[in-house]
C-alpha cells in the first residue's frame, strides 16, 4: 500500500512540476548568477544577452543555449538603478531599459544605447544615454490609484524607442500606456502614443516585456503567464490592430521575451519560491 501512494505521489509531483511550464518548452536552465534575469535579447546565434534588474552589476552577459555565460561585459557609464528590458535596432544597437520604477517616483529614468556587444573585444562597453520623463506624471510618487509609470517592457521600430508600462496601481484596471522616445543621445520628454487594456487579473495582466518580429509584423507583450501578440496594425498606436490572448499555462516569474525568428519566441523567467530560472522557447505556429 506503501509503494502505491509513494508511486501516486511522484507521478502527481512530476506532472504538476511539468505544468508549472504550461506550453513553454524548456532550453536550458540559466546560471544561478543570474536568478534575477529581466531581460533578453538575441542576435541569432544560439545564444543571448541577459541583464538583471536592480541590485546587481552593471554588466550585460551572453549566454549560449546549454546555461553557459561566454562573455560578460561591464557597462562602463550605465548603473543599474533597475535595468528591465533588452531591445536590438536593425544597426545591431542594444538597449537595455533603465526605467524600472516599482514604487513610482524616479526621476532619473534612462536607456541605455550600446554598440553591438558581439564584436565587442574587451570586458567593457561604452553606453550612450537616452534620458526620459513622462510629461503626465506630475507626482513622485502618485496616489495608490495612478501608479502608472513603472515599466519593464521596450521595443525598437524606425528611429523610436516604445516603452509600455506596468501598472501598479490599486484598484487594477489593467491599463497598460504607450510611450515614445527618439533612438538617440539626449534627454526627452517621453510622447504618450495610446493606452490599452491587455486584461484586469492583477495576477496575469502586468505587462513585464515586449519585442516585435523581425519583419516588424507581430509585436508580443508577456506577462506573468499570458502573452499579447499584436497583428494588422499601423503606427504608431500599434494596439489599433487586433490582439490575441495567449494563456501560456505558466504562472512563474515571467520577466522577459524576444523574436528567435519571426514564429519563434525565447522567454525566462526569474527563480523564485523553488522555480522558474529558465530559458523556454515558443512557438507562435
Known sequence: MSKIILTTF?????????????????????????????????????????????????????????GKILKSLEVKNGKNHDWEDLTIDTAGNLYIADIGNNANERKNLEILKLPNPTIEPG??????????YYPDQK??????????YDSEAIFHHGDKIYIVTKNRSHSFTGEARIYSVPDTKGSYEASLVGT??????????????????????????????????FTDFTWDDFTKGNMQEIDLGARSQLESVCFLNDDTLLISDEKAHGEGGNLYTYSLK
Open 123 to 132: 570586458d567593457k562597453i561604452d553606453a550612450e544615454k537616452i534620458e526620459l
Open 196 to 229: 490599452f487594456i491587455p486584461c484586469t487579473s492583477w495576477n496575469t495582466c502586468r505587462i513585464t516585456s515586449i519585442d516585435i518580429s523581425p519583419k516588424g509584423d507581430k509585436i508580443i507583450a508577456l506577462s506573468y503567464g499570458k502573452l499579447f501578440v
Open 10 to 66: 511522484l507521478l502527481i509531483s512530476i506532472l504538476t512540476s511539468c505544468s508549472n511550464y504550461g506550453q513553454l518548452k524548456v532550453i536550458t536552465d540559466l546560471p544561478s548568477s543570474l536568478s534575477e534575469n529581466s531581460g533578453l535579447a538575441t542576435y541569432n546565434d544560439s545564444t543571448i544577452w541577459a541583464i538583471e534588474d536592480s541590485g546587481n552589476k552593471d554588466e550585460i552577459y551572453q549566454v549560449n543555449f546549454k
Open 139 to 148: 507626482d513622485f510618487p502618485p496616489k495608490k490609484d495612478a501608479l502608472f
